[in-house]
Structure formats: structure tokens, C-alpha cells
């Protein structure tokens, strides 16, 4: 169905999981009954413009590369294209794991409860980091291992040239599957517990830089090598900071509580 295609999956997708998404809220907060406190109403806004305004920020300008890189890659061919849209929709799936993981740690440190000891939130954070890091480490060689068979479930065999084009751009991008995945972990980690505006900038420069390599290859015509390399590179740079931030935050999570 050519370009329809897309338009139509990421259609689908969140009507069929509405109903579902509708219901289990539904049941969770339905019988509750509404709060009062002005002072919850205060942190729901504050939570708002601390935590979900500069997630919302992140999220889209993660999106914008995306947008400007495939109207560029016209010039070198649908088939181009069309793997480079196989590849970014295949780790997209790849990261939701991620998300997941992120939230559940994020999640686990919230609801403890201030007076305990920094330690034990501490010990989730980087257990729990680095368990999933080696899973994608897992995970990221078992797809290099197997992508041409995953290759061969999205492309039909009637179209050797976009099979084969998808094959290499697999290989080219493998790295950023595990650099994206664990970056992102990071990131969900760092937004939920309030790092969001550190998080938005380092996200806004490394976009900035990833663009702006982007258009200067594909218009000086370096080739689709080129661009997976840059990509490669901002996928690294994008997990160093997240990294540190991290890093930074379970040092003053050993930090004892002056009250």
C-alpha cells in the first residue's frame, strides 16, 4: 500500500488499544473518589510542567531527525526508503522493552517512601540498569545473528533488491538498537524522577547535530554509509549524557539526608 501503509498502522495501533487502555483505567481510578486538597492539585500541575511537559519536548524532537532524513533519502532510491522505514519501525519495537523497564524502575523509586535510606533506591537503579543493558547486549547480538531471517519476514521474496537493501541497512544500524534502547532506558529513569529539562537539552543538541550532518551528507552526496555512521555517532553521544545524569544521580542517592 506504498506510504497509506504507514498512515494506516499508526492508525490502528492506538484504536485497537484503546478500548483496552479505557477499560483498565476505568477499573483502576473509576471508584475513586475525587481529592480535594488544593496542595495534590499543586503537584499534579507541578508534575506537569516539571516531569511531563519537558517528556512531551523530548519525545518530539527525537521524532524531528526522522522527519527531516527520509524526505533526503528520496534522492537515493525507494529502495532506500523503504529499509530505512523497516529498520527505524523494527527498533522502535525493539526499545518498548526499554520503556517499559525505565518506568518500572522509576516507578518502585517513587513510591518509597522519603524517610528511607538512599541505598536500597540506589541498588534498584543500578541493578536494574545494568540487568537490561546486558539483555540488550543479548538481544542486540541475537538480532544481528538473525536479521537476515527478520529481513525475511517483512520483505516479500518477489524483491530481491529491497531484501538486500534492508539486509545492509540492518548491519549498518545494528549498533544503534542497543545504543538507542539502553539511552532510552536511561531517559524514562531521568524524566520520571525529575531530570526531564537536562534530559530535553542534551536531546535538542545531539537532534541539532544529527540534522545538521544528515543534510550536509545526503546534499553533498555521500552516500547512505555516511548517514548510518552519523547516526551511529549521535546514537552514542545521546546515551554519554544520559549516562552521566544517571551516573551523577545514584552518587547523591549515597549522599545521607541532612533532616
Known sequence: LGCPAVLLGNVVGPLAAFPL????LHRTVGPASPVADPGYRRNVLRMLIGVATPTFLT??????????????????????????????????????PAIAAGSAMAIMINSRNETEHGAESRRILSCGAAMIALIYVAATAGLYLGHGWIVGLMVPADNPPLRAAATDLFRLLILTFFLIAVGTMLQVILEHLGKGVPVLVATLATEAMTIGAAIWLLQSGAGLVALTQVMTAAAALTLLPFAAFFLRFLRRLETPHAV
Open 59 to 96: 519525545t518530539f524532537a527525537g521524532s524531528v531527525a526522522a522527519m527531516v532524513i527520509f524526505p533526503l533519502l528520496a534522492g537515493l532510491g525507494p529502495d532506500a526508503v523503504s529499509s530505512f522505514l523497516i529498520v527505524v519501525r523494527m527498533r522502535v519495537l525493539f526499545i518498548i
Open 21 to 24: 487502555t479505557y477499560t483498565l
